[in-house]
């Protein structure tokens, strides 16, 4: 199964594919314990979580030394995927949910990830400055962006524009315009990017990423 993330990220390390290889059988036994992931959507683990986090890899690189939060986690989506690819970033999951962020840190221990760390925290109760922002649709774009956009610096780190990475399905037009006037964003700073262009399976054809710059 993991032979999929191999197809379309063909130069990974030996370790980054062992610790690939290790989700499922990570992530199924804790998922026998607490419902992390839908019990039906399990055996679709590397296709509906670890591609789909990964696709934000697709957009843009993040620069060695940059800091990411990962806003609503749940049990490590997008964020440990990415962690896996970028291990010179460093990455703070947060999410409401106690158990889940158990699991996100047990999770990261098994693999060995030097890079993440986690916490029961909502995204307004923190007090801390990032490069991006990472989420999986937790929240209407109007409502998330005021949880996190003093939480980003401005500008750029290495090239790359410092901003949120907002995945999200669906039409959606009217939510980003809804958004764009509630905190004045100009129309060139929000991108929205189909999945699609870079993954052929059809779970993805009706995904995006929103790029929302600062």
């Not at 130069?11 to 290790?22: A, F, G, V, W, Y």
């Not at 055996?43 to 993040?62: E, T, W």
């Not at 749940?74 to 990415?82: D, K, M, S, T």
């Not at 999200?168 to 509630?182: N, P, V």
Request: proline share 4%; glycine share 6%.
């Amino acid at each position: 199964m993991e032979n999929l993330i191999y197809t379309y990220f063909p130069d990974l390390t030996e370790t980054q594919k062992r610790q690939i290889s290790e989700l499922f059988p990570l992530y199924s036994e804790w998922n026998a314990k607490i419902n992390v992931i839908s019990r039906k959507d399990i055996d679709n683990l590397y296709l509906h979580h670890v591609l789909h986090s990964l696709a934000i890899a697709r957009l843009i690189q993040f620069p060695a030394g940059s800091k990411v939060l990962d806003v609503g986690t749940g049990g490590g989506f997008p964020g440990i995927p990415l962690a896996i690819l970028f291990p010179d970033v460093s990455f703070y999951l947060c999410d409401s949910t106690l158990k889940k962020i158990n699991v996100v840190k047990e999770v990261s221990a098994s693999l060995g990830l030097k890079n993440v760390r986690a916490a029961q925290v909502r995204a307004e109760e923190i007090d801390e400055k990032f490069d991006f922002v990472v989420s999986r649709a937790v929240a209407e774009l109007k409502k998330f962006l005021p949880w996190v956009w003093n939480n980003i610096e401005r500008g750029e780190i290495a090239g790359v524009k410092k901003g949120i990475l907002y995945l999200k399905g669906g039409e959606l037009l009217e939510e980003i315009s809804e958004a764009q006037a509630l905190l004045k964003i100009a129309p060139q700073m929000v991108g929205k990017h189909e999945i699609s262009n870079w993954f052929k399976e059809p779970f993805f054809e009706e995904k995006s990423i929103l790029y929302i710059k600062r």
